[in-house]
């Protein structure tokens, strides 16, 4: 009979966003695991390691080097469980992933599931699935992004004190802003030329700080942002003048509804998402990678609105019954996180769940219990747990994870 814990072994991408060599946590975390086939190169950019099983990066299980959805289909009903398999069938339905971000990723949004089914019948090669993708992403340290929309006063003020935003920008009969004049704005600065958006990106660079009222970041980041792309980049003037720029600090989280419009900045993070790798991109990458400006701007969501309303806060959560766990629960059914946090000798159990989950250890290190078993936890390890299984976990000094799981 085939064990519930399951040591994996995961892999990373290479995307060039992502940090150098060893200053990659997400290349740490894949190398950490001892016996797998991760071998660190210093010269190379390690973006994401996936943990899962989607198909493009599988996760293997560690002692026999088998698929893991290979091994869950063999084992359905002990490791995924009926409620799940009912309800999403044999596939993970959540896809947990470490990301390393040291400049901007693509401006981007994940279509919903109607657009996903169109997308993917159309180009089942660039769109490999039908399923949305909303997601979430939990500071492993400082972490900086830009996520959802501004709050409108603060985009209106911006317009109203920089006149050649409100020429270059709008359309002659936009007096004020409201969510749909918002997309029309984006959409003009998606479809401008390369040197209006240099026109624009220089009277920024020249506009006196004052004139940017409370938002100071803008002129500090705009430098920035054109020096790791360029001038001639739409997403430098979509995410300062439209998007809410977030400094999270190690534990805060958000949720990026389908739809929604998003681009990492910087930092560690463990990301979750529905079981999907659909996504459309328009700004921070190269003209060649952009797709379909009106694809793009007719799928954005007008959500989320303020930096509020983008924040997911840990709730105290009854699935750890020593009280040293917070669960984050976007709302969407795919999964829910749960977030442990040991110091000392501390324990914490974590009681048995009604479908898979995905373990990772995000700090400190330590044992876990379970079916009258031990396993040495540590940072970097990864472990699924299948159905119906409680856990124990010690730590050692102090161990922290994050555990994905789904309940149906
Ligand atoms: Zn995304």
Redesign the pocket.
């Known amino acids: 009979m085939s064990s519930s814990v399951i040591q994996l072994e995961c892999q990373c991408n290479n995307y060039p966003w992502g940090k150098k060599g060893s200053s990659s946590l997400a290349a740490k975390y894949a190398a950490a695991t001892p016996g797998g086939h991760f071998k660190l190169d210093e010269s190379k950019e390690y973006a994401e390691q996936w943990m899962g099983t989607y198909p493009t990066t599988p996760s293997l299980v560690l002692a026999s080097g088998e698929d893991l959805q290979k091994h869950i289909n063999a084992n359905k009903g002990k490791l995924i469980g009926k409620p799940i398999l009912n309800k999403f069938g044999v596939d993970l339905p959540f896809l947990p992933k470490i990301l390393s971000i040291a400049k901007a990723l693509p401006l ?1 949004i ?1 279509p919903d599931k109607e657009l996903a089914a169109k997308l993917h019948k159309g180009d089942p090669e660039k769109f490999g699935d039908a399923n949305h993708k909303p ?1 979430i992403a939990v500071a492993l340290g400082k972490f900086e992004v830009f996520v959802g929309w501004k709050a409108l006063p603060e985009i209106q003020q911006l317009f109203t004190n920089i006149p050649i935003l409100k020429s270059h920008l709008t359309t002659s009969s936009q007096t004020h802003f409201n969510g749909e004049a918002l997309k029309q704005v984006v959409g003009k600065i998606l479809s401008a030329s390369d040197d209006e958006i240099v026109e624009v990106y220089d009277t920024l660079k020249n506009t006196p700080t004052k004139d940017f009222g409370k938002q100071t970041y803008i002129p500090e980041l705009l430098p920035r942002l054109a020096e790791q792309y360029d001038t001639s980049d739409p997403g430098n003037l979509v995410a300062l003048l439209t998007m809410n720029y977030m400094v999270l600090q190690k534990g805060d989280a958000i949720y ?1 509804p389908a739809d929604g419009i ?1 681009a990492y900045l910087s930092g560690d993070i463990v990301e979750c998402m529905a079981r999907s790798d659909n ?1 459309l991109n328009t700004g921070f990458c190269p003209r060649a990678d952009r797709d379909s400006i009106e694809l793009f701007t007719a799928a954005l969501t007008f959500s989320p609105k303020n930096a509020d309303e983008a924040l997911l806060k840990p709730k105290d959560s009854d699935k750890g019954l020593k009280g040293h766990t917070q669960v984050l629960a976007p709302p969407m059914g795919e999964f829910d996180m749960l977030v442990t946090n040991l110091k000392g000798k501390e324990t914490e159990t974590i009681k048995a769940l009604r479908g898979p989950a995905i373990l990772i250890v995000t700090g400190g290190k330590g044992t876990l219990k379970a079916e009258g078993k031990e396993h040495e936890v540590k940072e970097g390890y990864v472990f699924f747990i299948g159905y119906d299984t409680e856990i124990e976990l010690v730590a050692e000094s102090c161990l922290e994870t994050h555990i994905a799981f789904a309940e149906a």
Do not use: G
Request: net charge negative.
């Open positions: 981007q994940h997601e990026v998003h996504v």
